[in-house]
């Protein structure tokens, strides 16, 4: 059984765009949707950290490999994730993919994702623009982007019950977090 866990938030108005859900591991989600003429695959990805087998981490790339060639030329592709690594502050022999305006210093995961990216025709797009300092780290990122987006919860629950995706094993895991943390 899986430790880690990707997923992908769906808007309610696209919901019925959503024609497939394929969870290929506990590392790699994709959805597709087909929106007018387009088709937009989206992919959920969370590579493995920075001390863990070498095995599981070359599974990851494999995987997202896979995922990224079955996708056809006419269709669109968005990945996003937490790919453990730093792509660093300049593009420095990856102009194709990097925008020139990451932080910090390159390290072997930035690496890794710079080589795929540049080995599929890719562009890291959060480096084709400049951030704010306190946006640089991945959590105040993605808390600022929610808040920016999501809102902030006024703190109802249970409207989700009838939700498509609310089902027994959902439902278990809520149960079972609410249990620990009495």
């Not at 890719?122 to 400049?130: H, K, Q, R, T, Y």
């Not at 939700?163 to 027994?168: A, I, L």
Request: proline share 2%; with cysteine.
């Amino acid at each position: 059984m899986g430790k880690n866990g990707v997923g992908i938030l769906v808007d309610s108005h696209l919901r019925e765009s959503v024609v497939e859900v394929r969870r290929v591991n506990d590392r790699l989600m994709t959805i597709k949707l087909v929106v007018g003429e387009c088709t937009l695959n989206v992919v959920s990805a969370y590579a493995p950290q920075v001390g863990l087998d070498e095995e599981i981490k070359m599974r990851f790339w494999e995987g997202l490999d896979d995922i990224v060639c079955s996708i056809p030329p006419s269709e669109r592709l968005f990945i996003g994730g937490d790919f453990s690594g730093h792509i660093g502050l300049s593009a420095g022999g990856y102009t194709e993919v990097h925008g020139g305006f990451g932080f910090g210093e390159r390290n072997g995961g930035g690496t890794l994702l710079l080589d795929f990216s540049k080995a599929f025709d890719l562009v890291i797009a959060n480096s084709s623009f400049p951030k704010q300092e306190e946006h640089l780290t991945t959590v105040d990122s993605i808390r600022k982007a929610a808040k920016e987006v999501l809102g902030i919860s006024s703190g109802r629950t249970g409207g989700h019950k009838e939700d498509w995706w609310w089902n027994v094993g959902v439902q278990g895991k809520v149960e079972a977090k609410k249990a620990a943390y009495l």
